[in-house]
T-cell receptor
Framework: EAGVAQSPRYKIIEKRQSVAFWCNPI?????LYWYQQILGQGPKLLIQ????????DSQLPKDRFSAERLKGVDSTLKIQPAKLEDSAVYLC????????????FGQGTRLTVV | QKEVEQDPGPLSVPEGAIVSLNCTYS??????FMWYRQYSRKGPELLMY????GNKEDGRFTAQVDKSSKYISLFIRDSQPSDSATYLC???????????FGAGTRLFVKA
């Protein structure tokens, strides 16, 4: 079974630039999550989709972050404009159903904003 | 006060030792309790999860939940150098959808 795929693995941008991350969840998983993991901290949920609808985006900085999940499969997370404090690993995860304690994570995209 | 507290370590033990990793929490609504392992530059990997109170065993790993004390533990028996990683506890309540993670404990098992 293929895992959660994310790209790119690494990205370095200057502050005020924009960046986009892509995620392909495990086939058949209805729920998709984007997490932000700052160095030395646990993952923090940014947004959660159930199919192509948003379940929770309460911690998404909506003035600069946006995410979409077209057709209920792949998802993209965008930051525009980036700030220094956005430097983190962005993790995508998926699970079979919305209240599933078993989430599968991708390897993440390490973003450095300089 | 954070909803989930976890000692960041690092914790260094010799090979073969029994390791005890712990988290405390403040939200009594949490019902699902998970332990993830995260190797350097990798995504977290679910080790095991329990629902409500009690113990759960899987090979060398045992998870315990004490809801009365709002305290959860992960025990690793016969620890191996390959167990060296960051261990994240995570919790979820049945009323909402959000999973809250602890900061993670870095574990080093020396050969």
């Amino acid at each position: 079974e293929a895992g959660v795929a994310q790209s790119p693995r690494y990205k370095i941008i200057e502050k005020r630039q924009s960046v986009a991350f892509w995620c392909n969840p495990i086939s058949g998983h209805a729920t998709l999550y984007w997490y932000q993991q700052i160095l030395g901290q646990g993952p923090k949920l940014l947004i959660q989709f159930q199919n192509n609808g948003v379940v929770d985006d309460s911690q998404l900085p909506k003035d600069r972050f946006s995410a979409e999940r077209l057709k209920g499969v792949d998802s993209t997370l965008k930051i525009q404009p980036a700030k220094l404090e956005d430097s983190a690993v962005y993790l995508c995860a998926s699970s079979l159903v919305v209240r599933d304690a078993e989430a599968f994570f991708g390897q993440g995209t390490r973003l450095t904003v300089v | 006060q954070k909803e989930v507290e976890q000692d960041p370590g690092p914790l260094s033990v010799p090979e073969g030792a029994i390791v005890s990793l712990n988290c405390t929490y403040s939200n009594s609504a949490f019902q699902y309790f998970m332990w993830y392992r995260q190797y350097s530059r990798k995504g977290p990997e679910l080790l095991m999860y329990t629902y409500s109170s009690g113990n759960k065993e899987d090979g060398r790993f045992t998870a315990q939940v004490d809801k009365s004390s709002k305290y959860i533990s992960l025990f690793i028996r016969d620890s191996q150098p390959s167990d060296s990683a960051t261990y994240l506890c995570a919790m979820q309540n049945t009323g909402g959808f959000k999973t809250i993670f602890g900061a993670g404990t870095r574990l080093f098992v020396k050969a």
